[in-house]
């Protein structure tokens, strides 16, 4: 048997399946998904260097973490200063977005507050609840990882001296299935228009932002297979080609 023989077999296979395969899928990114989101704080990770983590409001919508009592004179209470701990606060909304479309998650709230060193933490999980409307019927969670770089406040800039809030892009539970087809749920940033993946906050001040997320169909794997197809068999073809003239 001819090897192109064998390749034009498996394209047309593939182009059959593919035609209803894209047809749903051509109905799938018609939808637009609805509902409303709220979210909780996991249990944190500290780094290397946060011997004596101190944090609150697991399983709330606000989560602090560091000491606030800096005391750079020991034992004299008007050489503290308190500002108080650093903390982040997510307040979920309604939302209604088509698939692939940037739509907004909810807004936080990130106090950059002066606290002990080796009294922070590194990593704090973000558990997004996402209630879908009810045509879909869904009500998820989904696992996310916040970042948070905590400055030692040595610099001379308050820029350099600035704490940052990162959204880890090792994601993991992003997915859901509806009406036979699989989907993702992926942050995408602190902007709509770019991907913008951290923020920075000033010493003593408030940041304000909104999360923003794309909800994108997960191709079927005989779509993903077909189309390697298409790739190995024009690559054979050409090279057929080239052996003839």
């Excluded at 249990?43 to 005391?71: A, H, M, Q, R």
Aim: proline share 6%; with cysteine; charged share 15%.
């Amino acid at each position: 048997m001819k090897l192109s023989f064998v390749f034009a077999t498996a394209i047309s296979s593939f182009f059959v399946s593919a035609t209803t395969a894209f047809g749903f899928s051509g109905e799938a990114h018609a939808l637009t998904f609805s509902g409303i989101s709220n979210a909780t704080w996991g249990e944190p990770t500290p780094g290397s260097i946060d011997t004596n983590p101190l944090y609150t409001g697991v399983g709330s919508n606000t989560f602090t973490w560091g000491d606030p009592n800096v005391c750079p004179i020991p034992n004299i209470p008007s050489g503290c200063t308190i500002t108080g701990s650093n903390k982040l606060t997510f307040n979920g909304n309604s939302f209604s977005t088509d698939i692939k479309s940037a739509f907004k998650i909810g807004d936080l709230t990130y106090f950059n507050g002066t606290v002990v060193q080796g009294t922070s933490v590194e990593f704090v999980p973000f558990n997004l609840n996402v209630s879908f409307s009810p045509s879909v019927g869904i009500n998820q969670v989904f696992d996310f990882n916040l970042r948070l770089v905590n400055t030692p406040n040595v610099a001379t800039s308050p820029e350099n001296n600035a704490d940052l809030v990162f959204i880890d892009t090792n994601l993991s539970n992003r997915s859901f299935t509806f009406e036979g087809n699989k989907y993702t749920l992926e942050l995408t940033g602190f902007n709509p228009d770019v991907r913008q993946l951290s923020i920075k906050g000033l010493e003593g001040a408030i940041t304000r932002t909104a999360i923003y997320a794309k909800i994108k169909i997960i191709p079927e794997p005989a779509t993903v297979v077909g189309i390697s197809l298409v790739g190995i068999y024009l690559i054979s073809r050409k090279k057929l080609l080239d052996k003839k003239f």
